[in-house]
């Protein structure tokens, strides 16, 4: 066993020496997985549905009635909701890193840090929607207000999508069934939420910061 | 071609054995150096909404130029930092970039096209939407023309 812990080791450590040109080699035809190419098509798809939603957005932000985006927005707590998807990235990519060196009880810790902070994103997004609601700003009160819900809304169930696939990995993990040489699961669902977090991104620049 | 992962077999060495074997991992402190940058890349998006009128962004006046173009840079900064190194573009093979490029570059032409054609970058766009072409909630007539 000691020879497989060495052998995987200098894997690792060949690996990082040749970062710039590290990838699996896959028996396909572009040496790329299936399944990752397909992840990543889908995340090509997904920025034309959330750039449809950005771009009537920002057409509609004006509302012609109801409360405006200035007067409604907490930029101080939409901060630290964005602060803490951020960090979600990190570890995220960190869970990604340990399942590669065979860590699993950091592979758990890392996906469980990752899942938790997306859940506090989710609880400050249902904060604010209720908050928002509460003063009078309801899906249908104004094209804004349809525009906003309907944008942060759908980056919201995302989001709750990925934290579902986090608690799979940590579950399939607990189980046995993600050894290391299934990383690439971990990864794919890595890409996910990391796109989820680019997008949010874009939506705290272009939704609420920009004036 | 090298294979530079261990090899897939049906019995993978055991995770106990492997747990913690291999405490440090060069690229991990890539990634939190990475995290550190994008925080104080967000620190500064927000430091323009505390301070609007810090000469640094300042220079656009009633139109925030400024501001917008420093915000949409930074934006811009983050967006491609995390699709870089934490999506591992950097890492992997050319045609994963393409293919999200591909998407994102077809997004982006397509609706910025769309704002044109709505006039957005107008002066009044907002209010009034495009000529002839009333938007939803302007009523049944639209906006009148002009």
């Known amino acids: 066993m000691a020879e497989a812990i060495a052998h995987h080791r200098e894997l690792m450590a060949e690996r990082d020496a040749h970062a710039?040109?590290?990838?699996?080699?896959?028996?396909?035809?572009?040496?790329?997985?299936n399944t990752k190419l397909a992840m990543w098509l889908f995340l090509g798809s997904e920025c034309l549905l959330f750039g449809g939603l950005i771009t009537t957005y920002l057409l509609y932000k004006n509302p012609l009635e109801g409360p405006t985006p200035e007067e409604i927005f907490d930029i101080p707590f939409t901060s630290t909701s964005?602060?803490?998807?951020?960090?979600?990235?990190?570890?995220?990519v960190l869970a990604v890193s340990a399942i590669e060196r065979g860590d699993h009880h950091r592979l758990r810790v890392w996906l469980t840090a990752t899942a938790l902070l997306g859940g506090t994103f989710i609880a400050g997004q249902v904060y604010e929607f209720t908050v928002f609601y509460n003063e009078g700003l309801g899906f249908t009160t104004s094209r804004f207000s349809s525009a906003f819900y309907t944008l942060t809304g759908f980056h919201g169930v995302h989001v709750t999508v990925g934290i579902i696939m986090l608690v799979s990995l940590i579950l399939l993990s607990l189980r046995g069934h993600l050894p290391e040489h299934r990383s690439e699961t971990v990864e794919i669902v890595g890409l996910y939420w990391h796109f989820v977090d680019v997008v949010w991104i874009l939506i705290f620049a272009v939704v609420y910061l920009i004036p | 071609?090298?294979?530079?992962?261990?090899?897939?077999?049906?019995?993978?060495?055991?995770?106990?054995?492997?747990?913690?074997?291999?405490?440090?991992?060069?690229?991990?402190?890539?990634?939190?150096?990475?995290?550190?940058?994008?925080?104080?890349?967000?620190?500064?998006?927000?430091?323009?909404?505390?301070?609007?009128?810090?000469?640094?962004?300042?220079?656009?006046?009633?139109?925030?130029?400024?501001?917008?173009t420093v915000l949409l840079l930074l934006m811009a900064v983050k967006f491609f930092t995390v699709a870089y190194i934490f999506m591992h573009l950097?890492?992997?093979?050319?045609?994963?970039?393409?293919?999200?490029?591909?998407?994102?570059?077809?997004?982006?032409?397509?609706?910025?096209?769309?704002l044109f054609a709505f006039r957005l970058f107008w002066e009044g766009g907002h209010e009034s939407g495009p000529q002839g072409v009333p938007f939803p909630s302007a009523g049944p007539q639209g906006p009148p023309a002009g």
């Open chain 1, 20 to 33: 710039e040109h590290a990838h699996i080699e896959h028996d396909t035809n572009t040496g790329i997985s």
């Open chain 2, 90 to 114: 950097r890492f992997d093979k050319p045609l994963l970039s393409r293919v999200f490029y591909m998407g994102l570059v077809l997004a982006v032409g397509v609706y910025l096209m769309v």
């Open chain 1, 82 to 92: 964005s602060f803490v998807l951020l960090m979600s990235s990190l570890t995220m």
């Open chain 2, 1 to 68: 071609m090298t294979t530079v992962t261990p090899e897939p077999t049906d019995q993978p060495i055991p995770t106990q054995v492997l747990d913690g074997a291999v405490e440090a991992y060069p690229r991990d402190r890539l990634y939190v150096m990475t995290a550190v940058f994008l925080a104080v890349v967000t620190v500064v998006e927000i430091a323009t909404y505390v301070w609007p009128d810090l000469p640094v962004w300042s220079w656009g006046g009633d139109t925030n130029a400024g501001i917008i």
